[in-house]
């Protein structure tokens, strides 16, 4: 099992523009999660999804879309960046919510992403 | 408000020392609370994870304490190893079928040779 996977590791974006991040996970989770972690901070929640076809906004949605259409696949969306989007991106996945009674998430290895 | 402080934010020691750090958290109600280790570069990965019911979990040289009444949890490390300098994150789940995990600010630990 490959876990979780996230494209691309780096990537740099000018004030306008917009990508997709990519997060794919092998372990039939229905369960995902992206997070986004500043220095000094814990991680925040931005999006999560219970299954496919489900989304649900976290703890700092703005600026951010999300789809989830199989449930290998949940990708990030960022539209229009701005400056305060820069931050390092992690994908999650688990069998049940939140990694659910002794379970746990399983996070991908992160997109460092700036903004300029 | 929910949430996770952890102490101390960043720690030296040398190779082969003990350590141990801190966390505790105002959340409430407390369903369970988990240790992850992050390295510089990666995401993190699950170390312990104790229920409300648990004062103790062990993982190898790391060793996880739970006071639930007083809400503080540490991680001892024991005789440390240059593969330990990491961020440690402790992270508490509200309620059992939740997605909305709070996160500790994590302990930046580097071990020296």
């Known amino acids: 099992n490959a876990g979780v996977t996230q494209t691309p590791k780096f990537r740099i974006l000018k004030i306008g523009q917009s990508m997709t991040l990519q997060c794919t996970q092998d372990m039939n989770h229905n369960y995902m999660y992206w997070y986004r972690q500043d220095p000094g901070m814990g991680l925040k929640l931005i999006y999560y999804?219970?299954?496919?076809?489900?989304?649900d906004k976290g703890e700092v949605p703005n600026g951010y879309n999300v789809s989830r259409s199989t449930t290998e696949d949940f990708p990030l969306r960022l539209e229009l960046a701005a400056p305060s989007q820069t931050s390092v991106y992690f994908c999650?996945?688990?069998?049940?919510?939140?990694?659910?009674?002794?379970?746990?998430?399983?996070f991908g290895p992160g997109t460092r992403l700036l903004v300029l | 408000k929910n949430q996770v402080e952890q102490s101390p934010q960043s720690l030296i020691i040398l190779e082969g020392k003990n350590c141990t750090l801190q966390c505790n958290y105002t959340v409430s109600p407390f369903s369970n609370l988990r240790w992850y280790k992050q390295d510089t570069g990666r995401g993190p990965v699950s170390l312990t994870i104790m229920t409300f019911s648990e004062n103790t979990k062990s993982n190898g040289r790391y060793t996880a304490t739970l006071d639930a009444d007083t809400k503080q949890s540490s991680l001892h490390i024991t005789a440390s190893q240059l593969s330990d300098s990491a961020s440690y994150i402790c992270?508490?789940?509200?309620?059992?079928?939740?997605?909305?995990?709070?996160f500790g600010t994590g302990t930046r630990l580097q071990v020296f040779p």
């Open positions: 999650a996945s688990s069998m049940r919510p939140g990694g659910g009674g002794k379970g746990t998430q399983y």
């Open positions: 992270v508490v789940t509200p309620t059992l079928n939740t997605d909305k995990l709070i």
């Open positions: 999804s219970v299954g496919a076809g489900i989304t």
